[in-house]
């Protein structure tokens, strides 16, 4: 199985900050990485996906980067909707593991 | 617009056994692979099995091979999850999902409709 480290776990930050979440794969996944984002109660939501390509419908401030085994998720001026927990998932093989998340929270 | 409705929760006692299934609409249901993933109260999301769709192949996660099967009914829009032997690490809320192939196995594929889950609560 190919396990997926999310780095933080969590953080604190403020509306407008730019935010970086790295998700590191044990062996390269070539781009086959998605990230969802996932709000307290709420359904998983499909940010970004093969790395770098943004779902339709979700705002431009989201962005993706990376490939073989290191990611990131980044969030440009973050919004007030947008504290959630992240998790990126691996699309390489299966099974089609997802990382631990990380939380985004109101510093 | 793709709706995907998760049913067949509920409290089941250690070792028993439980279906669930995710009725579909809006959708084409023969053309996608469809996915399970489940999340235990206060953590993260594991992906549970993939099924394709003509149902010709499965794959689970090594957590729940052996006691869990996945299947399809393709004229009735609806996936199941068999699931046996269950344990209280299996005490989760299970979401049904659709990708975007037909292939339960196609790299860089992604979960782009999610149903809105089911509770499965193993205790005795």
């Known amino acids: 199985d190919i396990q997926l480290t999310q780095s933080p776990s969590s953080l604190s930050a403020s509306v407008g900050d730019r935010v970086t979440i790295t998700c590191r794969a044990r062996q390269s996944i070539s781009s086959h990485l998605n990230w969802y984002q996932q709000k307290p109660g709420k359904v998983p939501k499909v940010l970004i996906y093969k790395s770098s390509n943004l779902e339709s419908g979700v705002p431009s401030r989201f962005s993706g980067s990376g490939s073989g085994t290191d990611f990131t998720l980044t969030i440009n001026s973050l919004q007030p909707e947008d504290f959630a927990t992240y998790y990126c998932?691996?699309?390489?093989?299966?099974?089609?593991?997802f990382g631990g998340g990380t939380k985004v929270e109101v510093k | 617009e793709v709706q995907l409705l998760e049913s067949g929760g509920g409290l089941v006692k250690p070792g028993g056994s439980l279906r669930l299934s995710c009725a579909a609409s809006?959708?084409?249901?023969?053309?996608?692979?469809m996915t399970w993933v489940r999340q235990a109260p206060g953590k993260g999301l594991e992906w549970v099995s993939v099924i394709s769709g003509s149902a010709d192949s499965t794959y689970y996660a090594d957590s729940v091979k052996g006691r869990f099967t996945a299947s399809r009914d393709n004229s009735k829009n609806t996936l199941y999850l068999q699931m046996n032997g269950l344990s209280v690490e299996d005490t989760a809320v299970y979401y049904c999902?659709?990708?975007?192939?037909?292939?339960?196995?196609?790299?860089?594929?992604?979960?782009?409709?999610w149903g809105q889950g089911t509770l499965v609560t193993v205790s005795s």
């Open positions: 999902a659709k990708g975007l192939s037909v292939a339960a196995w196609a790299p860089g594929d992604y979960l782009a409709n």
């Open positions: 998932q691996q699309s390489y093989t299966t099974p089609r593991t």
């Open positions: 809006g959708l084409s249901f023969r053309s996608f692979a």
